[in-house]
């Protein structure tokens, strides 16, 4: 069975500072894996993905992301928070042989002035 | 113009009523997706189509019903509304080919609430 744990229900970080967003999986087969992000009162947005290929992946806003397998992780960062990057962030795991996501419980990312 | 459009964005309803919230999409896709997210528990799958004649259901089905009219469209029904189905409600599209392998996109949302 596949699963997602994001680490950290709230990360609070400042203006500039670096942001951290844990996430690791489990998934008996390789997965494609996302990352979304929920701006108040709007749907979900893809920020990047990992299907195959390079394991650092780069995604829109300054946000990337590094596949590691032998860790069964995919963090999110960004080197320097602004404060429109306040939202709701999901990682979500989806295994090649499947069509269906599962997403993780979700880490809210405030930033502070 | 959105590409994966819900109507209502914002219901209020009671319980024993029948809802219906509809989907429809611009995409081009065959898959589509009904979701419910609650605070903390991220997104949670009702039911999913992955053509006009394929419905399958998800992780948390009982209570709900879909229709799947035509390709652009899929609908999810509540078919007597109970307060523990307040939540927000989010229809979501996918390709079977393409270079976006189980890629989803989602639209705005629905928020439901059951008085």
């Known amino acids: 069975a596949q699963s997602v744990t994001q680490l950290g229900s709230h990360v609070s970080v400042s203006e500039g500072a670096l942001v951290l967003l844990r996430c690791n999986y489990s998934s008996s087969v390789p997965p494609y894996l996302f990352w979304y992000v929920q701006y108040p009162n709007q749907g979900l947005q893809l920020l990047l993905k990992y299907t195959t290929g390079a394991t650092l992946v780069k995604g829109i806003n300054g946000f990337e992301a590094e596949f590691k397998k032998s860790e069964t992780s995919f963090h999110l960062t960004k080197p320097s928070a602004h404060m429109s990057d306040a939202a709701e962030y999901f990682c979500?795991?989806?295994?090649?042989?499947?069509?269906?996501?599962?997403f993780g419980s979700g880490t809210r990312l405030s930033i502070r002035p | 113009d959105a590409d994966v459009t819900q109507t209502p964005r914002n219901r209020i309803t009671k319980t024993g009523k029948r809802i219906m919230l509809e989907c429809s999409q611009t995409k081009g896709h065959d898959r589509m997706y009904w979701y419910r997210q609650d605070p903390g528990l991220g997104l949670q799958l009702i039911y999913y189509?992955?053509?006009?004649?394929?419905?399958n259901k998800g992780e948390i089905s009982d209570g709900y019903s879909v229709s799947r009219q035509a390709q652009a469209k899929f609908s999810l029904s509540l078919e007597s509304a109970i307060p523990n189905q307040t939540a927000l409600y989010f229809c979501a599209t996918g390709a079977s080919g393409g270079s976006t392998p189980n890629e989803q996109f989602f639209g705005p949302g629905t928020r439901l609430t059951v008085l």
């Open positions: 979500a795991v989806s295994p090649y042989s499947a069509s269906k996501i599962i």
């Open positions: 189509s992955f053509d006009v004649k394929d419905i």
